[in-house]
């Protein structure tokens, strides 16, 4: 029995180190969480703004709902108390740079001085250290992706995006269109920062209500990335125990 045992155990303890190939190699970009469960994940760029970020929490907060904001340093530092009701709030908070470089064709030196600056400011304002990064402009290249994964980052990227920032459509344009769009391991992107708008506010707020009672829960990229960590365990127990029962439902 030990025989057996002792290799699955070893198996396992290892299994964070090949769970987490972003030690040594490029940073992963996760752009929707593979799973049937019906879950989606809010995320808003950019903040925090004093006009914007404190009205999407009250919509968040009255709903009992957790999100995922990417934070800009050079706006944090500005308004550090909303970094803290944001902390206070349990919401998760990932990093989109200090000063909104984009990365592309950046050397890895600057690349490096970037990421660090955002995560020392997210830290010194009660902030977890970051783990998620969000590309500004998207935009990345294999040195920034390789410089992300040395240094232990997740790249968030997104499955739904109507671009709320340009302001062309109205709440319940943007809610009708992210509402046709969504599916389960979702991830959409928002913008609470200087670009933010009372259109997307009003839009979080349909779509939290209407997606609710199509049976969707709204979970943070942490929780997505949790979900997906617990789907690749069941196939490891299917895959060692051919034929044996799932251990355990796979609920967040
Ligand atoms: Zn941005």
Redesign the pocket.
Known sequence: MIRIIAPLAALLASWPLWGHPARTKSAPIIRQAVTTQKVLALTF??GPSLKWTPKILAVLNKAHVKATFFIIGSHATRRPQLVHEEVKDHMNIGS?GAE?LILRRESAAVIRQEVDNNAQILRSLGAPPPTLYRL?GGASDAIALKVLGQMGYTVVGWSIDRRDWRHRSTAEELAAQVEREASPGAIVIFHDGPKGSQATVAAVQMIISALTKQGYRFVTVNQLLALEHQARTHVLFRHTFPGSPPTREHRL
Do not use: A
Request: proline share 20%; charged share 40%.
């Open positions: 760029d950019d989109h909104h500004p």
